[in-house]
């Protein structure tokens, strides 16, 4: 029971300390960024609403510098008041932080997963689109290649022979008409 007597008295020590200094908790609040929420609970001993490990120190040490009191000593009393709690050995108090840990943990792998497809299917649906349709059927070559600068040839008429190309400045020949071109017999 004197544990809880002298721990109510920490608070109220402070609380004391603020009150003849003519201070509010609002003016605290804002001279130390502290929320209100915490400067309450630090005053009503609660410290389960106090931030974790060196932070809870950290709020002391603001309050008591706030209202006049040596910062030290006022953390030294703080930690004697509250020694097995985790708040003053910098540990959670629950197991809920861990638990929010590996939901968000989760929930970024998850987030990076859907980013992943998002690009990467798009990316697939293209690369297959342009496989299937982007080849163009090419016409057959010709299967004689002519020089580049030589004039095509051209096939010869029914019932003339090829003959090679004639030079130039001379005249063609006529073709040879006197001996008809052979016939095969029919069955």
Do not use: C, W
């Not at 020590?13 to 400067?39: P, W």
């Not at 630090?42 to 002391?60: A, T």
């Amino acid at each position: 029971m004197s544990a809880q007597k002298g721990a109510s008295g920490f608070g109220d020590k402070l609380r004391e300390a603020r009150e003849r200094r003519g201070l509010s908790l609002r003016q605290i609040a804002n001279a130390t960024k502290i929320s209100m929420i915490t400067l309450e609970a630090l005053e009503r001993n609660d410290i389960k609403r106090l931030p974790g490990g060196i932070f809870s120190r950290g709020v002391v040490r603001s309050y008591a510098l706030e209202v006049g009191l040596d910062p030290e000593s006022t953390i030294d009393e703080f930690m004697g008041q509250f020694p097995h709690d985790s708040v003053t050995q910098g540990h959670p108090t629950t197991t809920q932080t861990e638990d929010h840990e590996a939901v968000e943990s989760d929930r970024r792998m998850a987030m990076t997963f859907l980013r992943l497809i998002l690009i990467s299917v798009p990316v697939a649906a293209f690369v297959i689109y342009f496989t299937i349709h982007g080849r163009r059927i090419e016409p057959p070559a010709p299967h004689a290649a002519t020089p580049q600068g030589a004039p095509a040839s051209r096939p010869a008429p029914a019932g003339e022979t090829p003959s090679a190309e004639t030079p130039a400045g001379e005249e063609p020949h006529a073709p040879d008409h006197s001996t008809p071109p052979a016939v095969a017999p029919a069955p």
